[in-house]
């Protein structure tokens, strides 16, 4: 069985492909991203596509004929990689505009994605915050945990945070457990060449390149090493004053290993401390190279300049992980639909009028 759902803060598509796969039928995905919104519909021309701000679209028209709302809202408030203001981030605060469209959608179950950051973030205050508001909404948090991405078909160490929350009225009716761990880890040797993944090598792409003297210096270190693998003096002269920093900065002068999974994609290849050089040939990853780690298909193709494809990319949710968390929720609302006991009707019917009555939609942050 299908399931209608609504996209926010959608992206290139990476959770929407996998959410699709899993049996989600998409009425709507809003992105603000123009070349994101190029990609979306180049490749999914039937798709409703809402282009623009999250904050100019009414989602009322939506109310009670929607299954499922998804979003993973700007994580960079909440990322080690920001500034970890959190809500003080205009970005952070874009997760009440999801918990708005959640209140005038009123969907069945609802699915948050965020970095891990945003467990601990504050001591712990701002996903508290969010849990309340989730309440103050109508709605019960149900599980909330953060997965590995190489657990589950995706050749590469990334982790997300996956909330999800099923409205009060059917929560007394749940099923639902987070998908179980795939048989083995994928490296990038799957992700770029011919096997499981993939029935072909990586078709070939655009790219960024090194600078001479960058190239120099990567020339120099082995597959699987990073700066600590350079001789003494050309490490002092690469990494400057973070030389003498504490941490292991080892996504500084990185290069992979075909036996081991991707570290984290980030926005762009070839940063300074990101770097994510190919472990044969002294260059970063290409375009489609970076898409196979994030598990998209090779016929997925992304819009804009080079440097937007890169970023939509290394922002998107890894297509196999978001097919199994898919199918996991596909289960969660098929548990749903199964008729429920006369109690729990009774009960039901009683929520809703609560939910309904007008003290509650006086909701913080809106």
């Known amino acids: 069985m299908s399931f209608s759902s609504i996209e926010l803060f959608a992206g290139a598509g990476g959770l929407a492909l996998g959410l699709e796969k899993a049996g989600f039928e998409a009425v709507l995905l809003n992105e603000l991203d123009k070349h994101a919104c190029a990609t979306l519909r180049h490749n999914r021309p039937h798709w409703n596509v809402i282009e623009g701000s999250i904050q100019t679209v009414d989602f009322t028209p939506y109310r009670d004929k929607v299954d499922f709302v ?11 990689a920001g500034n970890k203001r959190g809500f003080d981030d205009v970005r ?3 997760f009440f505009e999801f918990a708005r469209a959640i209140q005038e959608i009123q969907p069945k179950v609802f ?19 969010i849990e309340a508001v989730i309440a103050d909404l109508g709605y019960t948090l149900i599980a ?11 050749p590469q160490k990334r982790e997300r945070l996956f909330l999800v929350g ?79 920093l504490g941490g292991g900065k080892t996504g500084m002068a990185r290069r992979l290993s075909w036996e081991e999974p991707s570290l984290t994609l980030t926005c ?18 290409t375009v489609r190279e970076y898409a196979r780690i994030q598990t998209f298909p090779d016929n997925w ?13 290394g ?27 006369k109690n729990e009707v009774v009960q039901s019917h009683a929520a809703l009028k609560y939910w309904a009555s007008p003290q509650q939609t006086n909701i913080p942050g809106f």
Not at 144 to 154: D, E
Not at 268 to 285: K, V
Request: charged share 20%; glycine share 6%.
């Open 301 to 313: 193709e992304f819009m804009g300049a080079m440097s937007a494809q890169y970023k939509q990319i």
């Open 111 to 129: 699915l948050a994605e965020n970095v891990r950051g945003l467990l601990n973030h504050d001591e712990g205050r701002t996903l508290a915050t």
């Open 92 to 94: 952070g605060t874009l």
């Open 166 to 244: 099923v409205r009060n009225d059917l929560a007394n009716n749940v099923d639902f457990s987070f998908p179980k761990p795939y048989k083995r880890f994928m490296t990038l040797k799957d992700a770029l060449k011919a096997g499981e993944l993939y029935n072909c090598d990586v078709p070939e792409s655009a790219g960024q390149t090194y600078p001479a003297k960058k190239k120099a210096v990567l020339d120099l270190v082995p597959a699987g090493g990073y700066w600590r693998n350079l001789p003494d003096d050309i490490q002092r002269a690469y990494m400057k004053k973070s030389y003498f």
């Open 144 to 154: 909330s945990s953060v997965l590995k991405a190489m657990f589950y078909r995706v």
């Open 315 to 341: 922002n998107a949710v890894p297509v196999n992980l978001a097919y199994a968390v898919g199918n996991s929720l596909i289960d969660l609302l098929n548990s749903l639909n199964k008729p429920m006991e």
């Open 268 to 285: 762009a290849p070839a940063q300074n401390q990101t770097e994510r050089c190919h472990p044969d040939e002294t260059r970063p990853l």
């Open 70 to 80: 998804s979003g993973g809202f700007p994580c960079q408030a909440f990322s080690y």
